[in-house]
């Protein structure tokens, strides 16, 4: 899950941590294959993003 923020607020950051707690969640289940998530400020950062989404051993 990459998720394109122009910049941080704290409802962002908020936002952040139910993302966090949603992956940890369906990760542990294992149904659904392993998910990671992103957050990019720059659009150069997005190919970084998704190299380290398709390396993510989980």
Do not use: C, H
Request: no cysteine.
């Amino acid at each position: 899950m990459l998720e394109i923020k122009g910049q941080d607020t704290e409802q962002a950051r908020v936002k952040r941590g139910f993302q966090e707690d949603w992956v940890t969640t369906v990760n542990y289940d294992g149904r659904f294959g392993k998910w990671t998530s992103d957050v990019s400020f720059d659009p150069a950062d997005i190919p970084g993003a998704i190299g380290k989404a398709y390396n993510y051993k989980g």
